[in-house]
């Protein structure tokens, strides 16, 4: 009884040690996730409005004619990144919300993804006997946008970061938002980094997307955006724009001034992307430099989904655009702080250029484009210089945020107008934009934090024989984001 007793003692008293032991692992893994942990609120008002002036209608005459977009929204959203237990475990949360202030179409109602962008088309439907798909309406959205799990090992120069679940994946040639995007685009997949000294290799695979006004994660869809396409809503079809999953690596590498950059991509059954760049920066001072880069994009369409949109889903688009085409750019840009002059040229093969896996964003660093033209028509070549302000070095704090920048960018290419099932060539055309970009961060004082950015361009596209015309496009947004602890 007495030995019965005493066993009983001892793992009782065993019993308390560990429970007091796992309450401090508990308590000190509880420590480490929040002591390290940072979280804020972000406020953040965008808009966009477009004023189009035709000169000429789609056969070529004369014609005098208005055409107003504008959008409008408030975006809030909550995020909170934690430490690291053990310093290997950790986990990212982000939650936004939007909402409509202002909207208006020239038409009473869009083509979907008509170029704007801004807020959540509602109302679509298929017109009439066309195929155009049409939207009545818009609105805000909302709803979780990251739950991402993520570990790191390692430490300094020397690290590995692996991130899965749903998060904002940036690596090799898929990115999950460009600058006028203000809600990042989510995956479901994974994101693999690693850096060791001067090296960095990034990989990430996406089999689920949630874009900016989803709700939801959605399959990763070929060419979804088109405003006039094949009837998708048809379920076989839907079936056959399906890609399993897009994934991408990157190689960055430093050696002294030299930068180089070599990555590639794969959407299955669909696209196929390979880019190569090199930067040198010949530094005269900690501020004064000047850097020349040149870089390659390559596009290699291939696969049943791919055949499918040529030959059944957009027949009148993709029937005749070749399989392979490519992008070259070349930069020579010059800092004499706080003033730089860029010169950028871009070439464009035939067939375009696209840089997105359908519903996946991709990576494409075009210096040649402007603020509202894309500058990216087939068989074209775009030259473009580019002034710029930057006061981030000024001895003046209160200066150090404010950044301006002028750019003329010009773009001469040769097209044909597919029309009525005929084709009449366009010829030799051109088009440019004046672009006009003023921002300011707060990086001081109550205010840290809150960013103000402008862009306007006016553009013509002066030689076009349809749709000949002027456009003149605002961007403007105010974000704010502050620390909740």
């Not at 040690?17 to 480490?32: F, K, R, T, V």
């Not at 002591?35 to 406020?43: E, I, N, Q, R, T």
């Not at 390559?298 to 029937?319: D, F, I, L």
């Not at 710029?388 to 001469?412: A, C, I, P, Q, V």
Request: hydrophobic residues 30%.
């Amino acid at each position: 009884m007495r030995k019965a007793v005493t066993g009983f003692g001892v793992l009782l008293i065993g019993g308390t040690l560990s429970c007091q032991a796992l309450a401090a692992d508990w308590e000190q893994m509880g420590d480490e996730f929040f002591s390290g942990a940072s979280s804020d609120v972000y406020l953040g008002m965008n808009s966009k409005f477009r004023e189009k002036y035709y000169t000429k209608d789609g056969n070529g005459d004369p014609m005098n004619d208005y055409e107003n977009n504008g959008e409008a929204q408030l975006t809030m959203g909550v995020n909170f990144i934690s430490g690291y237990i053990g310093d290997t475990f950790g986990l990212d949360l982000s939650a936004l919300s939007r909402s409509e202030l202002y909207s208006e179409t020239a038409t009473g109602y869009s083509l979907y993804n008509y170029g704007m962008k801004i807020l959540k088309q509602t109302d679509c439907y298929y017109y009439g006997n066309s195929n155009q798909y049409r939207c009545d309406g818009f609105s805000g959205a909302s709803g979780i946008t990251q739950i991402n799990f993520k570990m790191k090992a390692g430490e300094g120069d020397e690290r590995l970061n692996f991130n899965t679940g749903l998060g904002f994946y940036n690596g090799g040639l898929i990115s999950s938002s460009d600058e006028d995007d203000v809600i990042p685009t989510s995956y479901t997949g994974f994101e693999l980094d690693g850096r060791w000294g001067n090296t960095r290799l990034d990989y990430v695979f996406v089999n689920g997307v949630m874009s900016n006004d989803d709700s939801g994660v959605q399959d990763i869809m070929a060419m979804p955006n088109y405003a006039s396409h094949y009837d998708y809503s048809q379920p076989e079809d839907i079936e056959k724009r399906k890609i399993d999953f897009v994934h991408s690596i990157g190689l960055n590498q430093k050696i002294g001034g030299l930068n180089l950059v070599l990555a590639a991509a794969d959407a299955r059954d669909y696209l196929r992307r390979y880019h190569a760049r090199t930067d040198y920066t010949l530094k005269f001072n900690k501020r004064d430099n000047l850097m020349f880069r040149a870089q390659y994009y390559r596009n290699h369409q291939y696969g049943s989904v791919w055949e499918w949109e040529k030959t059944e889903g957009y027949p009148s688009k993709y029937a005749d655009q070749p399989d392979q085409t490519e992008l070259m750019n070349y930069t020579v840009a010059w800092t004499l702080s706080p003033w730089t002059i860029a010169f950028h040229h871009t070439r464009i093969g035939d067939g375009g250029f696209s840089y997105g896996f359908g519903n996946v964003k991709g990576v494409l660093k075009n210096d040649t484009a402007g603020n509202y033209g894309s500058m990216r028509r087939p068989n074209g070549q775009v030259w473009a210089v580019e002034n710029t302000m930057d006061f981030r070095y000024s001895r003046n704090k209160w200066l150090k945020g404010l950044k301006f920048t002028y750019g003329y960018h010009r773009s001469n290419y040769h097209s044909d107008n597919v029309r009525d099932g005929e084709t009449s060539i366009i010829g030799d055309t051109y088009e440019d934009e004046h672009a006009f970009t003023a921002s300011y961060l707060f990086r001081h004082g109550t205010l840290k934090g809150l960013s103000f950015n402008f862009k306007q361009a006016f553009y013509d596209d002066k030689g076009h024989k349809q749709n000949e015309g002027k456009i003149n496009d605002t961007k403007f947004d105010i974000a704010y984001s502050f620390p909740l602890k």
